[in-house]
């Protein structure tokens, strides 16, 4: 198997492959340091805790993608530090406190990957900050916060939902030459949407002699929270059918493989970026990881959870890892899959109109607990000020 780690030789197989951080890099550190103590008796896993040598070309991991429950955990992780930083405002806490501590956390996370950046020419080293989840609807207000994000630090990547208003915030951002990532994206159609607003964009940048030296366009398939919504069941129930864990996860790689066969196929400069990851199915007894395992091969982002990231490292350090995401998805299941009206929506190239965007099951979801999560910020920020 040779001395390089199952991320290294996972990144090895395509020059496009970039394995990306799904948290704050804030946190990578304290994260490092807890595997570093629970490995300490398994040398080569503790060995390939190095290798990941974050915000430099040596490294594995290429960027990271936060949201307000990642920032959340980074401003509750180092308490002591953005206290103390509250303070020093000298302002109310009601007074647009909370939106500057989520823009500073998310500058000091920048700053970290910003060598990487820099090291790269603009390649490498993005993070993903997210516009107010609250705002999902108003194009012209997230437009405005992502020009606030992107000018915190010259590696942030904006974060826009992939409802009509954030499809339409991602073309007008693109023509200004800031990269962007659609996220909420739980259909093929929006994928595509994403990329041909990107398109657009990019072509509107050009005419203007905009620079898009750096500029980048990625759309993320939330592959977890659209496999385990619950509306997958309901919908598979109401045409006689019950998911096997096995299924559903064949779910996911499906929708992932013809987002990613198609933006390919029409020759997309979006890239596709997967994430939320999960463990299993469970495979001859053997708790496995699909999710990376079954969609490894591509020129597209792989954003890790840090415990699915530690449980890749540990479950396939002596596993062969090849490429798999052209490959069909088993007829049989496929066939099962295709008389879900959910998956129909989540896989066909049409299946979600762009008006019906902003009521995908999974995306209404998703939007409802990056919204407490934003709540809690700001709850959270006021606190500092009256302790």
């Given at each position: 198997?040779?001395?390089?780690?199952?991320?290294?030789?996972?990144s090895l197989?395509?020059p496009?492959?970039?394995?990306?951080?799904?948290?704050?890099?804030?946190?990578?550190?304290?994260?490092?340091?807890?595997?570093?103590?629970?490995?300490?008796?398994?040398?080569?896993l503790?060995?390939?805790?190095?290798?990941l040598?974050?915000?430099a070309?040596?490294?594995?991991?290429?960027?990271?993608?936060?949201?307000?429950?990642?920032?959340?955990?980074?401003?509750?992780?180092?308490?002591?530090?953005w206290?103390?930083?509250?303070?020093?405002?000298?302002?109310d806490a009601?007074?647009?406190?909370?939106?500057?501590l989520y823009?500073?956390?998310l500058r000091?996370?920048?700053?970290?990957?910003?060598?990487?950046?820099?090291q790269?020419?603009?390649?490498?080293?993005?993070?993903?900050g997210?516009?107010?989840?609250?705002?999902?609807?108003?194009?012209?207000?997230?437009?405005?916060?992502?020009i606030?994000?992107?000018?915190?630090?010259?590696?942030?990547?904006?974060?826009?939902?992939?409802?009509?208003a954030?499809?339409?915030?991602?073309?007008?951002?693109?023509a200004?030459g800031i990269?962007?990532?659609?996220t909420?994206?739980?259909?093929?159609?929006?994928?595509?949407?994403?990329?041909?607003a990107?398109?657009?964009?990019?072509?509107?940048?050009?005419?203007?002699?905009?620079d898009l030296?750096?500029?980048?366009?990625?759309?993320t398939?939330?592959?977890?929270?659209?496999?385990?919504?619950?509306a997958?069941d309901?919908s598979?129930?109401?045409?006689?059918?019950?998911?096997?864990?096995?299924?559903?996860?064949?779910a996911?790689?499906?929708?992932?493989?013809?987002?990613y066969?198609?933006?390919?196929?029409?020759?997309?400069?979006?890239?596709?970026?997967?994430?939320?990851?999960?463990?299993?199915?469970?495979?001859?007894?053997?708790?496995?990881?699909?999710?990376?395992?079954?969609?490894?091969?591509g020129?597209?982002?792989?954003?890790?959870?840090?415990?699915?990231?530690?449980a890749?490292?540990?479950?396939?350090a002596?596993?062969?890892?090849?490429?798999?995401?052209?490959?069909?998805?088993?007829?049989?299941?496929?066939e099962?899959?295709q008389?879900?009206?959910?998956?129909?929506?989540?896989?066909?190239?049409?299946?979600?109109?762009?008006?019906?965007?902003?009521?995908?099951?999974?995306?209404?979801?998703?939007?409802?607990?990056?919204?407490e999560a934003?709540?809690?910020?700001?709850?959270?920020?006021?606190?500092?000020?009256?302790?």
């Amino acid at each position: 198997m040779g001395t390089d780690s199952a991320l290294r030789r996972l990144s090895l197989l395509n020059p496009g492959t970039e394995i990306w951080w799904d948290s704050s890099p804030l946190v990578f550190d304290a994260w490092c340091k807890a595997q570093q103590a629970l490995w300490r008796d398994q040398p080569t896993l503790s060995g390939a805790l190095q290798e990941l040598n974050w915000g430099a070309l040596s490294g594995v991991l290429r960027g990271c993608t936060t949201n307000p429950p990642l920032a959340l955990e980074a401003l509750c992780t180092d308490l002591p530090r953005w206290r103390a930083w509250a303070r020093a405002q000298q302002r109310d806490a009601r007074d647009g406190l909370a939106w500057d501590l989520y823009r500073s956390i998310l500058r000091a996370g920048a700053q970290r990957a910003l060598p990487l950046w820099e090291q790269s020419d603009g390649r490498f080293g993005q993070i993903c900050g997210q516009v107010d989840p609250r705002l999902l609807h108003d194009a012209a207000a997230m437009v405005q916060q992502g020009i606030a994000l992107h000018a915190e630090c010259p590696n942030v990547m904006v974060k826009l939902p992939a409802t009509q208003a954030g499809i339409e915030g991602i073309r007008l951002l693109t023509a200004r030459g800031i990269s962007t990532n659609a996220t909420l994206g739980f259909s093929v159609a929006q994928i595509l949407a994403t990329a041909e607003a990107a398109r657009t964009g990019f072509e509107l940048a050009r005419a203007a002699g905009v620079d898009l030296s750096t500029t980048r366009s990625m759309a993320t398939l939330m592959l977890g929270r659209l496999e385990d919504a619950p509306a997958f069941d309901a919908s598979a129930t109401s045409v006689g059918l019950s998911l096997s864990e096995l299924e559903r996860r064949w779910a996911g790689v499906a929708v992932a493989r013809q987002a990613y066969g198609l933006l390919c196929e029409r020759g997309m400069q979006t890239k596709l970026l997967l994430a939320s990851m999960r463990l299993g199915p469970t495979v001859e007894g053997t708790t496995r990881i699909w999710h990376l395992e079954q969609l490894a091969g591509g020129n597209t982002v792989l954003t890790i959870f840090p415990n699915i990231l530690a449980a890749y490292m540990q479950a396939y350090a002596d596993r062969p890892i090849v490429a798999t995401i052209n490959e069909p998805v088993p007829s049989a299941v496929l066939e099962r899959l295709q008389q879900i009206p959910y998956f129909v929506q989540a896989y066909e190239a049409q299946g979600a109109a762009p008006d019906e965007f902003d009521g995908l099951p999974g995306l209404m979801a998703t939007a409802s607990s990056f919204t407490e999560a934003m709540s809690s910020f700001e709850e959270t920020a006021a606190q500092l000020l009256s302790e």
